[in-house]
T-cell receptor, first 113, second 114 residues
């Protein structure tokens, strides 16, 4: 049972435009959410996170939005750059689970020059 | 840069052989995690250490898998009698006491079982 779902396997956007990556979850015990970026042959790199007590967190070009009632979060990248092309994973932490993370399957983002 | 270090980066072995991977976490990170990632999937949790204590193990971690963190610093993950289904990327991550929610990952060890 996939508790963190990234239903779109890929996304292609034009350089300079906004990229919106979506993530849904089913476990209401998740209280902290993270986005990781992964390049080929490298490990996941932490990008941005948000606690369940907030609905928005911003860091430079990256903003994460959390809608708890819908169990949905999204990552906005503005403006998108070719170097943003990578696989993006949404991850969630269960409040009672020793900080282990549950990951989605990832979205491949391609930013066209 | 003293990020999470994993060794080896690649391991090719024959079915039935034993393999051992090493992870050196970020200095002073007291929490260490092992994950496994297969093609088209996100990382899946295997086990978790706080200092030298192994506090949680996933049901994915069969009896053939064992992990240790003897002095609360580096960790090893051993797979005995490897099977083709063990072929995957094995990722190690660490987090600090003060920022325990954010895990920093190593580059992983890619295991291929022939």
């Amino acid at each position: 049972d996939q508790q963190v779902k990234q239903n779109s396997p890929s996304l292609s956007v034009q350089e300079g435009r906004i990229s919106i990556l979506n993530c849904d979850y089913t476990n209401s015990m998740f209280d902290y959410f993270l986005w990781y970026k992964k390049y080929p042959a490298e490990g996941p790199t932490f990008l941005i996170s948000i606690s369940s007590i907030k609905d928005k967190n911003e860091d430079g070009r990256f903003t994460v939005f959390l809608n708890k009632s819908a169990k949905h979060l999204s990552l906005h990248i503005v403006p998108s750059q070719p170097g943003d092309s990578a696989v993006y994973f949404c991850a969630a932490r269960d409040t009672g689970a020793n900080s282990k993370l549950t990951f989605g399957k990832g979205i491949t983002l391609s930013v066209r020059p | 840069d003293t990020g999470v270090s994993q060794d080896p980066r690649h391991k090719i072995t024959k079915r039935g052989q034993n393999v051992t991977f090493r992870c050196d976490p970020i200095s002073e990170h007291n929490r260490l995690y092992w994950y496994r990632q297969t093609l088209g999937q996100g990382p899946e949790f295997l086990t978790y250490f706080q200092n030298e204590a192994q506090l949680e193990k996933s049901r994915l971690l069969s009896d053939r898998f064992s992990a240790e963190r003897p002095k609360g610093s580096f960790s090893t993950l051993e797979i005995q009698r490897t099977e083709q289904g063990d072929s995957a990327m094995y990722l190690c991550a660490s987090s600090s006491r003060l920022a325990k929610n954010i895990q920093y990952f190593g580059a992983g060890t890619r295991l291929s079982v022939l």
